[in-house]
């Protein structure tokens, strides 16, 4: 079955319309499976209150649908937080906002000539089962979101594999932890299969682990697939033209590297590159993008900016 993970942003009437209502936390997770495609659709449901909400739905995205319906600063801040992500990004007007109004407000950003067709909820619906996942080959990688525990069954994580194909029975180690854990079994949209492919969410039972070691952001990969560390080794970094504050040596920022959202402290800077030192341990692939917010920004984008992390070690 053909899978995708979509993002529903800028207005909190979309998702609803478009799916099913599933798991529900700080985001709300809707399904819609029709002719042999499944797509998840992620709601940033206490968003704008948390920052972090909004930007676990773009995290778990392997799309963006934003609707504005109005230009506010909870728009702004989810234009600022698109801007850094490298997804493709479905601009629709809702019936308040101008196409020439919008125009303005996106230029300067990558969205400044996106199509800005007004929202058309049933041909939305349409359109979705013909969005796909792009194929990551490599080794399997398993991003996890929630977990609870089932009577009989034991440690059930809901997850989205990220690369490769994930087969019930591996091995696998949950990072950053050094747990060493077997996927008992796989189910994709309450059906159980022997395998689960790139793009597919997953419902995984697990042994070797409790469901209250499990957490949001932790990583299911073979051992020595990914690096773990709290400190970060940098390049490439971006500030975010919306950010209104400094980012400079011995800042705080909240760190979203996948979907691990902590604190960190920025050690050194210079130019483009910088060193991070997060509160706990990490793990991420090499070259993956991290984003860096400023949750005591009072004006502005919380968004700070982006930076590319090299290097991630313990010491």
């Known amino acids: 079955m053909a899978s995708i993970t979509l993002a529903a942003l800028g207005s909190k009437e979309l998702a609803p319309q478009l799916g099913k209502k599933g798991t529900a936390s700080d985001v709300t997770l809707y399904n819609l499976v029709r002719d042999g495609h499944a797509a998840t659709i992620v709601e940033p449901t206490q968003f704008p209150e948390k920052l972090a909400p909004l930007l676990y739905a773009i995290a778990m995205a392997d799309r963006a649908l934003l609707s504005v319906p109005a230009l506010n600063r909870e728009v702004g801040e989810t234009i600022a937080a698109l801007a850094l992500f490298d997804l493709p990004v479905d601009l629709y007007r809702g019936s308040g906002v101008g196409e020439e109004e919008l125009r303005r407000a996106l230029k300067g ?9 007004p929202l058309d909820v049933p041909t939305l619906r349409e359109a979705i089962p013909g969005y796909t996942a792009s194929p990551r080959d490599g080794f399997p990688i398993v991003r996890i979101d929630h977990a609870f525990p089932v009577k009989g069954v034991g440690a059930v994580a809901l997850a989205v594999v990220r690369q490769g194909k994930l087969k019930a029975h591996a091995k696998m180690r949950l990072f950053p932890t050094e747990h060493v854990v077997e996927v008992r079994s796989i189910q994709v949209h309450d059906v159980d299969v022997r395998e689960a492919a790139t793009g597919e969410r997953v419902g995984l039972a697990l042994k070797g682990v409790e469901a209250e070691e499990l957490s949001r952001g932790q990583l299911l990969a073979p051992e020595g697939g990914l690096s773990v560390g709290a400190k970060l080794e940098c390049k490439s970094t971006v500030l975010s033209p919306y950010y209104r504050g400094r980012l400079s040596e011995g800042a705080s920022v909240q760190l979203l590297l996948g979907l691990q959202f902590v604190p960190a402290k920025v050690e050194a800077l210079k130019g483009d590159a910088m060193t991070l030192r997060a509160d ?31 290097t991630l070690t313990l010491a």
Not at 109 to 117: C, G, Y
């Open 109 to 117: 950003t990558r969205f400044e000539r996106s199509p800005l067709p």
């Open 280 to 310: 706990r341990p990490l793990a991420a692939t090499w070259n993956e993008v991290a984003l860096l917010a400023d949750l005591s920004a009072t004006g502005g984008s919380r968004i700070v900016g982006k930076t590319v992390v090299t």
